[in-house]
């Protein structure tokens, strides 16, 4: 299977900073790589899919870059409804999250 | 507006078979650019995808627990189901699905993603 490897786990951060979380893909996955947010207790929501391209009604500080194996997220200006936990996911062949990206307010 | 919504036991014991159905609404599971996942979530820990399944039939699960899993689908009741036996502790999690769509980019390649979830439903493994 691919592994999906997000760094860092976790980051403290400030409202109005720029934030960027990586993904390595353990193979190349082209650019079969999305983002989601989850919140405590709720359902992940689709933020990024396709490596780069922003989903309906995410606000555009919301940014993804990459293919082939490494991949990232940026938030260009963190928001109080930012903080979250983000993850990584392939759909390139027998599909995996990464372990999640904790973002928490410093 | 498309909804999708888990039903299934909130408590099951070891070994026994866990049974979920997905009930989707707002969009046809005979759509041809579109699917359904199911993906858990134990206790403070990360996502897990299960299994899939598309408008074709075609299903793929998980390879650590293929053995274990079995996705249907009932076209006429817009309900996906997965099944999964010999249930333990260590399957206690939140069990989410969620809808496929795909997307065509740089004109060729065709790119899965899930665009709307469930509320999850949390399944406890106990005697």
Redesign the interface.
Same mark, same amino acid.
């Given at each position: 299977?691919i592994q999906m490897t997000q760094s860092p786990s976790s980051l403290s951060a400030s409202v109005g900073d720029r934030v960027t979380i990586t993904c390595r893909a353990s193979q190349s996955i082209?650019?079969?790589l999305?983002w989601?947010q989850?919140k405590p207790g709720k359902?992940?929501?689709?933020l990024i899919?396709?490596a780069s391209?922003l989903?309906g009604g995410v606000p555009s500080r919301f940014s993804g870059s990459g293919s082939g194996t490494d991949f990232s997220l940026t938030i260009s200006s963190l928001q109080p409804d930012d903080f979250a936990t983000y993850?990584c996911?392939q $759909?390139y062949t *027998?599909? *995996?999250?990464?372990?999640?990206t904790t973002v928490e307010i410093k | 507006q498309v909804t999708l919504k888990e039903s299934g036991p909130v408590l099951v014991k070891p070994t026994e078979t866990l049974t979920l159905t997905c009930t989707v609404s707002g969009f046809s599971l005979n759509n041809s650019r579109m699917g359904v $996942?199911w993906?858990r979530q134990p206790p403070g820990k990360?996502?897990?995808?299960l299994a899939?399944i598309f408008s074709t039939d075609e299903k793929?699960y998980? *390879? $650590?627990l293929k053995s274990r899993l079995t996705i249907s689908k009932d076209t006429s009741k817009s309900q996906v189901v997965l099944t999964m036996t010999n249930m333990d502790p260590v399957d206690t999690a939140t069990y989410?699905c969620?809808r496929i769509v795909t997307?065509t980019?740089f004109g060729v390649?065709i790119?899965?993603?899930?665009?709307y979830?469930?509320?999850?439903t949390l399944v406890t493994v106990s005697s």
């Open positions: 299977d082209s650019r079969y999305n989601y989850q359902a992940p929501k689709l899919y396709a391209n989903q993850y996911q $759909s *027998t599909w *995996t999250f990464g372990q999640g | $996942s993906i990360a996502l897990e995808w899939h793929s998980s *390879t $650590s989410y969620a997307n980019i390649i790119i899965p993603y899930f665009d979830w469930g509320q999850g």
